[in-house]
């Protein structure tokens, strides 16, 4: 279960999240979870889940080490400040910020090379959707993912996939589980013929859009859906905790 604050939360409200949340979570051992805050408040929640299972994500990177990059966040930086993840190529830094196939490839394959946990975000819009083109979409952008990896050396630890439809993202309008099932397995067979079976086998794939405490067991109850990357909900640390012991229920 990850969950992806976004654009939220001062330091002190990072610490007051963290605090509230380890002691709610702790029996739930089954589930790996991840806190993807802003880099202001990463160091603090990096910290503060030193000695527990939980990881310390970033919401974004650049794929170079150093240099004349203004603004920009390296892979060693993350190492240095204590991330184990990182999310790459969430909607929102692809239609606000043109994060191309291109530029999440690059970061993909940095970020494996780093053993930085890379969370990739794939999905259709609501108009792709509507043209019957959302298989299209998806499996293009599943492809491009691979374009700077070595398919012969890759194993399914090493990165995760999350279906986040743009549509069900921020709006409420959460995928029915079976949507979820569809495309999700659809993408683990598409993996197994671009990497191979026993990857596509291990690979974690996420349902990610209008995630909550009240939807979160149906759809993880689906076959090939391995959890959920979770936004709005995500943001109280009570909401997020519930889902994290809601997904420890369905794995046992
Ligand atoms: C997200 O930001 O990845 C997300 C799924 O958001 P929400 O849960 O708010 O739809």
């Given at each position: 279960m ?6 939220n939360k ?23 979870v991840a806190?993807?805050a802003?880099?202001?408040c990463?160091?603090?929640?990096a ?18 080490d ?11 930086m ?15 830094r692809r239609?606000?910020?043109g ?5 999440v490839a ?8 780093a ?7 794939v999905?259709?819009t609501?108009e ?16 491009a993912v691979?374009?700077f ?22 709006t409420?309008?959460?995928?029915s589980?079976?949507d ?14 671009l990497i191979?079976e ?20 149906e ?12 936004g ?6 009570e ?9 420890e229920?369905?794995?046992?």
């Amino acid at each position: 279960m990850a969950a992806n604050w976004k654009m939220n939360k001062l330091v002190w409200e990072a610490e007051d999240y963290m605090t509230r949340l380890l002691p709610q979570i702790s029996d739930a051992d089954e589930v790996d979870v991840a806190v993807f805050a802003p880099f202001t408040c990463l160091g603090t929640v990096a910290r503060m889940v030193q000695d527990t299972p939980v990881m310390a994500g970033a919401q974004n990177f650049y794929y170079q080490d150093s240099g004349a990059y203004t603004g920009e966040i390296s892979a060693p930086m993350l190492e240095d400040i204590g991330a184990g993840a990182v999310i790459i190529g969430h909607s929102e830094r692809r239609a606000l910020f043109g994060e191309t196939d291109e530029m999440v490839a690059r970061k993909t394959a940095r970020a494996v090379s780093a053993k930085l946990l890379p969370v990739v975000c794939v999905g259709e819009t609501k108009e792709e959707r509507d043209a019957g083109r959302m298989w299209e979409k998806v499996s293009e952008q599943v492809r491009a993912v691979f374009d700077f990896l070595d398919a012969n050396r890759i194993v399914g630890d090493d990165l995760v996939f999350a279906y986040e439809p743009v549509w069900a993202i921020g709006t409420g309008d959460v995928a029915s589980p079976a949507d979820a099932q569809e495309t999700i397995g659809r993408m683990r067979v598409l993996l197994g013929e671009l990497i191979g079976e026993d990857f596509a086998g291990e690979v974690r794939i996420l349902y990610g859009g209008s995630i909550k405490p009240g939807n979160v067991g149906e759809i993880l109850a689906q076959k090939d859906v391995d959890g959920g990357l979770v936004g709005g909900a995500s943001l109280g640390a009570e909401s997020f905790a519930e889902m994290v012991n809601g997904a420890e229920a369905v794995v046992e």
